[in-house]
Nanobody
Framework: QVQLVESGGGLVQPGGSLRLSCAAS????????MSWYRQAPGKERELVAA????????NYAYSVKGRFTISRDNAKKTVYLQMNSLKPEDTAMYYC?????????WGQGTQVTVSS
């Protein structure tokens, strides 16, 4: 059974940090590019960060570049999103996505709220 389970979301003050995790099971993790998307109420889902299967290449949305870092540990079958210098506009549901040449899988999401 394919599963992507996000964790690490929560409430944080502006300027604070959070580290999201996405634990994968049921597929060959290293064969899949991984990414994080987010969706706020009333807005479209947007790509936040992505990483290749071997971790050799990453890309980021312009709005988070320099603040967020995506990484992966293929031995643990987990992808991470380190979020620093958080802003209220980062508030959203964050989703983990796995993609191969043939398949796409989504996690259930974890809520991030940035507010004072």
């Amino acid at each position: 059974q394919v599963q992507l389970v996000e964790s690490g979301g929560g409430l944080v003050q502006p300027g604070g940090s959070l580290r999201l995790s996405c634990a994968a099971s049921g597929f060959i993790f290293s064969s899949y590019a991984m990414s994080w998307y987010r969706q706020a109420p009333g807005k479209e889902r947007e790509l936040v960060a992505a990483i290749t299967g071997d971790g050799g290449s990453t890309n980021y949305a312009y709005s988070v570049k320099g603040r967020f870092t995506i990484s992966r540990d293929n031995a643990k079958k987990t992808v991470y999103l380190q979020m620093n210098s958080l802003k209220p506009e980062d508030t959203a549901m964050y989703y983990c996505k796995a993609r191969s040449v043939a398949y796409v899988y989504w996690g259930q999401g974890t809520q991030v709220t940035v507010s004072s």
